[in-house]
């Protein structure tokens, strides 16, 4: 099953395809993730993006793209693949569809995380992450076991520069204005699923599995 997850930062993308790997073993394709790797090592990409990326700008179209690109063919994400971030734009979509139709693949569902945005500036200061692994906590809704350090490796957590009131703002902006149209144009191929995303993990997680009919 190849999926999409849309929805404003903050909706809960990345937790709820924590629990599909888990509970699908459908791998998590993150461009979010895959562009901070590149900024903590501080590969060429990296120094280009970071930026961006602090300022809750978008990267260009052409780099998260390619990335994509390569991302799929690896040997994970032939079985299926859950994206998480991408696509964000008209023409990443697009992209997108011309390659899995090379493949001779396309998409089986899209999943939009509805939420309300007053409460996701709320979600998302209490965001933290460990700099190292890019595990991901929140002060009150999955707290770390010790305070302020990171679970798996023990290091110092840190609020995201792009999680801060004014930076959430640009970014909740820029998802109306690029990405929301999303919706229409999955909706059109007949592909979209509109999940309440504003209760609990497992909750969100559950009315998932039923629009993928997966229970
Ligand atoms: P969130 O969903 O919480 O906004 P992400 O981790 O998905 O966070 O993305 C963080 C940042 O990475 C974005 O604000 C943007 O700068 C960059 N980014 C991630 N995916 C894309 C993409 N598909 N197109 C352009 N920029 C992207």
């Given at each position: 099953?190849?999926?999409?997850?849309?929805?404003?930062?903050?909706?809960?993308?990345?937790?709820?395809?924590?629990?599909?790997?888990?509970?699908?073993?459908?791998?998590?394709?993150?461009?979010?993730?895959?562009?901070?790797?590149a900024i903590r090592l501080g590969t060429e990409l990296g120094k280009r993006?970071?930026?961006?990326?602090?300022?809750?700008?978008?990267?260009p179209d052409?780099?998260?793209?390619?990335?994509?690109?390569e991302r799929l063919k690896r040997d994970d994400a032939t079985q299926g693949f859950v994206l998480d971030g991408f696509p964000r734009t008209l023409p990443q979509a697009e992209a997108l569809e011309a390659q899995l139709k090379r493949a001779?693949?396309?998409?089986?569902r899209v999943v939009s995380l509805e939420v309300d945005e007053a409460a996701i500036v709320g979600r998302m200061g209490g965001r933290r992450s460990c700099p190292k692994d890019?595990?991901?906590?929140h002060l009150v809704n999955s707290p770390p076991k010790v305070t302020g350090k990171c679970d798996k490796?023990?290091?110092?957590?840190?609020?995201?520069?792009?999680?801060?009131?004014?930076?959430?703002?640009?970014?909740?902006?820029?998802?109306?204005?690029?990405?929301?149209?999303l919706k229409d144009f999955y909706e059109k191929r007949n592909l979209l699923s509109r999940i309440d995303g504003m209760g609990n993990a497992e909750q969100v997680f559950g009315a998932i599995s039923d629009a993928l009919g997966k229970k």
């Amino acid at each position: 099953m190849n999926l999409i997850l849309l929805g404003p930062p903050g909706a809960g993308k990345g937790t709820q395809a924590k629990l599909m790997l888990q509970k699908y073993a459908l791998p998590q394709i993150s461009t979010g993730d895959i562009l901070r790797e590149a900024i903590r090592l501080g590969t060429e990409l990296g120094k280009r993006v970071e930026p961006l990326l602090a300022n809750g700008k978008l990267v260009p179209d052409d780099l998260v793209i390619q990335i994509i690109e390569e991302r799929l063919k690896r040997d994970d994400a032939t079985q299926g693949f859950v994206l998480d971030g991408f696509p964000r734009t008209l023409p990443q979509a697009e992209a997108l569809e011309a390659q899995l139709k090379r493949a001779g693949k396309k998409i089986d569902r899209v999943v939009s995380l509805e939420v309300d945005e007053a409460a996701i500036v709320g979600r998302m200061g209490g965001r933290r992450s460990c700099p190292k692994d890019g595990s991901v906590f929140h002060l009150v809704n999955s707290p770390p076991k010790v305070t302020g350090k990171c679970d798996k490796c023990g290091a110092d957590l840190v609020q995201r520069p792009d999680d801060v009131p004014e930076k959430v703002q640009n970014r909740l902006r820029i998802y109306a204005q690029d990405t929301a149209p999303l919706k229409d144009f999955y909706e059109k191929r007949n592909l979209l699923s509109r999940i309440d995303g504003m209760g609990n993990a497992e909750q969100v997680f559950g009315a998932i599995s039923d629009a993928l009919g997966k229970k």
